[in-house]
Nanobody, 121 residues
């Protein structure tokens, strides 16, 4: 069984920073892409950033230059460093990862439970 557990959310003032962490655990053979998405109240979930197994990164236009995604393959962990936070960044942030549990198994997409980020003065 595979689990993704996020941490690092909280309340921060505009202009502040937070670092989100997502650790994958369980029966894991390999992890392909990892990413972060967010969902604000009344809005659809949107992709924030993702990173390939080789380290290629993509960002939503709304966070370019402010957020940085990184990963530690040895720890099966992905990070999201969020700087210059704005009230519109307020959302529940979810991590996801494409994981194979065995060498010959198909890749499946796993999601964490989400962590709340609130940007407010």
């Amino acid at each position: 069984q595979v689990q993704l557990v996020e941490s690092g959310g909280g309340l921060v003032q505009p202009g502040g920073s937070l670092r989100l962490t997502c650790a994958a655990s369980g029966s894991i053979f390999s992890i392909n892409a990892m990413g972060w998405s967010r969902q604000a109240p009344g809005k659809q979930r949107e992709l924030v950033a993702d990173i390939s197994s080789g380290g290629s990164k993509k960002y939503a236009d709304s966070v370019k230059g402010r957020f940085t995604i990184s990963r530690d393959n040895a720890k099966n962990t992905v990070y999201l460093q969020m700087n210059s936070l704005k009230p519109e960044d307020t959302a529940v942030y979810y991590c996801n990862a494409g994981i194979r549990v065995r060498r010959l198994s198909l890749e499946a997409d796993y999601w964490g439970q989400g962590t709340q980020v609130t940007v407010s003065s």
